[in-house]
């Protein structure tokens, strides 16, 4: 995978960024104070539980800002390419840069990326050959981090004790 940063200016990009943050700021604030921190305080849940929501959260947000930010495998401007692979390469007809086969131009980031799957407006950059691992690790732990939530507000209204304290 390729270790350079990757960064795309794109409004619908950055309010899909926008939303998905405030998504998570909202479950990583609201839900603990609402429902974690009381059933803790009260004996029904451990810490364990308090500490693995968080740990969640944590690696879903840092899942997604690696996704965003990593190279997808844009090609470079002046590459060279050998003389045993020139059958392998195409023209670009958008960008007249000469690409492997399996490039594509993306249309909102103006270049070619190597094995391109597509561009995602939710991490605001394109999913192609260096950052398609990255992308899947950010769909598995918001799946994680999503079940959990729900399997915590299944619990909250229907297994744990009604909180003897008054909870906003």
């Keep these: 995978m390729g270790q350079r940063i990757h960064f795309v200016i794109d409004p619908q990009g950055w309010c899909c960024m926008g939303l998905i943050i405030f998504v998570w700021l909202y479950n990583t604030v609201f839900i603990p104070k609402v429902i974690l921190f009381p059933h803790y305080e009260e004996g029904n849940i451990s810490l364990v539980t308090v500490l693995c929501y968080y740990f969640c959260s944590l690696f879903c947000i840092g899942s997604l800002l690696r996704a965003s ?3 997808p495998g844009k090609l470079p401007e002046n590459q060279k390419i050998p003389i045993t692979e020139r059958e392998y390469w195409e023209l ?10 399996r490039s594509h131009h993306c249309s909102r980031c103006g270049h070619c990326v190597r094995r391109m799957d597509h561009h995602c407006p939710w ?3 394109c999913v192609g050959e260096d950052n398609h691992w990255l992308f899947l690790q950010l769909c598995f732990y918001t799946q994680i981090f999503s079940c959990y939530t729900l399997i915590l507000d299944f619990c909250h209204y229907y297994y744990f004790l009604p909180l003897k304290k008054d909870n906003w």
Excluded: E
């Excluded at 670009?92 to 086969?101: D, E, G, Q, S, Y």
């Design 69 to 71: 930010i990593a190279d």
């Design 92 to 101: 670009c007809n958008k960008c007249n840069m000469m690409r492997p086969k």
């Design 123 to 125: 991490i605001n950059n």
